[in-house]
């Protein structure tokens, strides 16, 4: 996934801003439980995607997550006993015993898999909608060799990907099928003795210019703007929401022994508040290009 400039709030805020905001409703996301607010955060994510010019990408990464959650559900199913209503009753297997599964140890993987979907779709609005490159000029300004330690990994990776993608357009060129057994092996260590050749030469030609012994740079003199404030806001608002849910019992939600989500006002309300607090800094689009 590659970012691109766009004409979004998203956009237009800086970059530790943007990306703060995008960990922020990951970590809402794993804080619940109940299937109302989940649902609530995905809906709320692809929207923002959306509204960030980014909505098709965020759509593949959570259409490629989802055989994850599928996983995950099932195995939960699979090796959790909790849980009163059986819904299949399968004989005994060895290491696992009786393999019996519930209704609520299937609901909970399922929400477990729901999880996980929502935060990498949060990933993917990250990847898509924050500059890198800015990024990585504030952790410069923080650590000279934080700073080129991780820009290095980032640009690394789609080279790696590239050499592994002309291995096999080579191997089908002289007309062999899919590496496998030994032959898998020798490609990954011809990508990994590349990878190294070239980790040595990048180190020793950052040595010859002089990267470890550079400064730090000045910091960023930039007055905050309105989708900086924006984001900022609902950064805050989003994490109290959540804390004040969490400490006042508004989620009523239990899996085990027995399902329990009750929607009532209160699951409702904090829903709404939430998406409310995500989708509120999109509606101002001066000073986005749009």
Same mark, same amino acid.
């Given at each position: 996934?590659?970012?691109?400039?766009?004409?979004?709030?998203?956009?237009?805020?800086?970059?530790?801003?943007?990306?703060?905001?995008?960990?922020?409703?990951?970590?809402?996301?794993?804080?619940?439980?109940?299937?109302?607010?989940?649902?609530?955060?995905?809906?709320?994510?692809?929207?923002?995607?959306?509204?960030?010019?980014?909505?098709?990408?965020?759509?593949?990464?959570?259409?490629?997550?989802?055989?994850?959650?599928?996983?995950?559900?099932?195995?939960?199913?699979?090796?959790?006993?909790?849980?009163?209503?059986? @819904?299949?009753?399968?004989?005994?297997?060895?290491?696992?015993?009786?393999?019996?599964?519930?209704?609520?140890?299937?609901?909970?993987?399922?929400?477990?898999?729901?999880?996980?979907?929502?935060?990498?779709?949060?990933?993917?609005?990250?990847?898509?909608?924050?500059?890198?490159?800015?990024?990585?000029?504030?952790?410069?300004?923080?650590?000279?060799?934080?700073?080129?330690?991780?820009?290095?990994?980032?640009?690394?990776?789609?080279?790696?990907?590239?050499?592994?993608?002309?291995?096999?357009?080579?191997?089908?060129?002289?007309?062999?099928?899919?590496?496998?057994?030994?032959?898998?092996?020798?490609?990954?260590?011809?990508?990994?003795?590349?990878?190294?050749?070239?980790?040595?030469?990048?180190?020793?030609?950052?040595?010859?210019?002089?990267?470890?012994?550079?400064?730090?740079?000045?910091?960023?003199?930039?007055?905050?703007?309105?989708?900086?404030?924006?984001?900022?806001?609902? @950064?805050?608002?989003?994490?109290?929401?959540?804390?004040?849910?969490?400490?006042?019992?508004?989620?009523?939600?239990?899996?085990?022994?027995?399902?329990?989500?009750?929607?009532?006002?209160?699951?409702?309300?904090?829903?709404?508040? @939430?998406?409310?607090?995500?989708?509120?800094?999109?509606?101002?689009?001066?000073?986005?290009?749009?």
């Amino acid at each position: 996934m590659k970012h691109r400039r766009r004409s979004s709030p998203l956009h237009a805020a800086r970059a530790g801003v943007g990306a703060l905001w995008c960990v922020a409703l990951g970590s809402v996301a794993l804080s619940f439980e109940h299937p109302l607010l989940l649902a609530t955060m995905l809906a709320v994510v692809l929207l923002a995607a959306a509204a960030a010019n980014v909505g098709r990408a965020v759509a593949r990464a959570v259409a490629w997550a989802t055989p994850f959650g599928v996983v995950i559900a099932v195995v939960n199913a699979l090796v959790v006993r909790d849980g009163v209503t059986v @819904i299949f009753r399968g004989g005994r297997v060895p290491a696992l015993g009786q393999l019996d599964v519930t209704l609520e140890a299937l609901t909970y993987g399922a929400l477990l898999g729901l999880r996980a979907i929502i935060v990498m779709a949060c990933a993917a609005l990250l990847a898509a909608a924050v500059d890198p490159d800015e990024l990585l000029r504030a952790v410069r300004r923080r650590s000279l060799r934080a700073g080129v330690t991780a820009a290095l990994a980032v640009r690394l990776v789609p080279v790696l990907t590239r050499d592994a993608r002309r291995l096999a357009d080579a191997r089908r060129a002289l007309g062999a099928g899919p590496p496998r057994g030994a032959e898998r092996l020798a490609v990954v260590r011809a990508v990994t003795a590349g990878a190294l050749d070239r980790a040595t030469d990048v180190a020793a030609t950052l040595e010859v210019r002089g990267f470890g012994s550079g400064r730090h740079l000045a910091r960023d003199r930039r007055p905050w703007s309105r989708h900086d404030l924006a984001f900022a806001a609902s @950064i805050l608002a989003v994490s109290a929401l959540a804390l004040a849910g969490w400490l006042e019992g508004w989620e009523r939600f239990a899996a085990y022994p027995r399902l329990a989500a009750p929607v009532d006002a209160g699951v409702v309300a904090l829903a709404a508040a @939430i998406a409310a607090c995500v989708l509120l800094p999109f509606v101002d689009r001066r000073g986005t290009g749009a």
